[in-house]
């Protein structure tokens, strides 16, 4: 069974940091896609980076793009997300997901696009709460 467990999240003065991490079982990390989403209250869930597990390319949302670092340690199938100046606009719950299908090709649409339909599996997602 496919299982993805987020950790990392909480209240946090805008321009801190927080690293959430994704912790994943029933599945080895080979050719396929993670990626972390958010989702505000009000908002529909937005991709806001994604990682290949096979070869490590990355895609982020123009929104955190020089502020958010996605990697992953494939040896213990994690994936973390490195979020530095966050700002009170990065509040919501952030989820893990993962693309599992045996198709390259997916995993690749799946990082390029770092889109939600493109996952197969995902978590139950941590807050995060950017306030002073």
């Known amino acids: 069974e496919v299982q993805l467990a987020e950790s990392g999240g909480g209240l946090v003065q805008p321009g801190g940091s927080l690293r959430l991490s994704c912790a994943a079982s029933?599945?080895?990390?080979?050719?396929?896609?993670i990626g972390w989403f958010r989702q505000a209250p009000g908002k529909e869930r937005e991709g806001v980076s994604c990682v290949s597990a096979s070869d490590g390319s990355t895609s982020y949302a123009d929104s955190v793009r020089g502020r958010f670092t996605i990697s992953r340690d494939n040896a213990r199938n994690t994936v973390y997300l490195h979020m530095n100046n966050l700002k009170p606009e990065d509040t919501a719950v952030y989820f893990c997901?993962?693309?599992?299908?045996?198709?390259?090709?997916?995993?690749?649409?799946?990082?390029?696009?770092?889109?939600?339909?493109?996952?197969?599996?995902w978590g139950q997602g941590t807050q995060v709460t950017v306030s002073s």
């Open positions: 997901a993962a693309e599992v299908s045996p198709s390259g090709l997916h995993a690749i649409l799946a990082v390029t696009t770092c889109a939600a339909s493109t996952m197969d599996y």
């Open positions: 029933g599945f080895t990390f080979d050719g396929n896609a």
